[in-house]
């Protein structure tokens, strides 16, 4: 799986937020989607950063997700949910695509 590409901008209607990247891609019967925005540091988002790096099915059913919605680290695989420890943006996002690759 290719490195997630980054693309800088701002998100609509939120002057604090940069993304950071933000992309979909299909590939068969399956969905990756990817966002990465930098927020304020805040009690919620500590390390300043809010993501979603999500592999599922055409038909929207989870594979492997990991977010940080809630202000909580969290990795799914189908309907469990984990709380990890977050390593770092860069090396989740390696987490997330070695998950991906072992699974196509």
Known sequence: MASVPTKTGM????????????????DGDYVIRVKIMRVPESEKFPEGVKYRLHFGTVNDETVVRYDNSHGVHERHEGD????INFPGIEAL???FEANVDDRL
């Open 80 to 83: 469990e949910v984990e709380h």
């Open 93 to 95: 996002v390696e987490r």
């Open 11 to 26: 998100a609509p209607n939120d002057d604090d937020v940069d993304v950071e990247a933000n992309y979909r891609r299909i």
